[in-house]
C-alpha cells in the first residue's frame, strides 16, 4: 500500500505537469485530481487498518 501512495504522487505531479504545460487543461483534470484524493484516502485507511490489527496479534 505504500508503494500505491508514492505513485499517487507521481500521478499527481504528471497532472500538475499537464495543466501547467497547457497539454490539458485544468478543468479536465478536477475529476480526476478528485478521485485520485479518495485513494488516498482509502489507501491510508487500509494501512492503518492494517497495522491496527497486526498489533492486535
Known amino acids: 500500500m505504500g508503494d500505491c ?3 499517487r ?3 499527481s505531479y504528471w497532472f500538475e505537469l ?3 504545460s ?3 487543461s485544468e478543468g479536465r483534470l ?3 485530481k478528485k478521485e485520485v484524493h479518495e ?3 482509502i489507501f491510508v485507511a487500509i494501512i492503518k487498518k492494517t497495522k491496527l ?3 492486535k496479534t
Open 39 to 41: 485513494l488516498i484516502a
Open 30 to 32: 478536477e475529476g480526476l
Open 5 to 7: 501512495l508514492k505513485e
Open 18 to 20: 499537464f495543466a501547467e
Open 9 to 11: 504522487g507521481e500521478t
Open 53 to 55: 490489527n497486526q498489533n
Open 22 to 24: 497547457g497539454i490539458v
